[in-house]
């Protein structure tokens, strides 16, 4: 097994700080493809008996008008 597998592999309670910034910069970035945020992003992770749930909150201003390219 190579090292990213094993460390996806681990079953943990919570994210460190540092993973929680790097997840909400990722998503944020994907985000502001749908959206136009308005308030800062929030994750909140809670255990659930078949794993967790996992909410992203963030405020927005409007979602976007996407077109479709073909």
């Known amino acids: 097994m190579n090292d990213v597998k094993r460390m996806l592999?681990?079953?943990?309670?919570?994210?460190?700080d540092l993973e929680r910034e790097l997840f909400l910069k990722d998503f944020k970035r994907i985000a502001e493809?749908?959206?136009?945020p308005e308030s800062?992003?929030?994750?909140e992770i809670t255990r659930s008996e078949e794993g967790f749930l996992v909410c992203v909150i963030f405020g927005a201003?409007?979602?976007?008008?996407?077109?479709?390219i073909n």
């Open 9 to 16: 592999s681990f079953d943990r309670e919570d994210m460190t």
């Open 33 to 36: 493809e749908y959206f136009e």
């Open 40 to 43: 800062g992003f929030d994750l």
């Open 61 to 68: 201003r409007r979602i976007k008008n996407l077109r479709r």
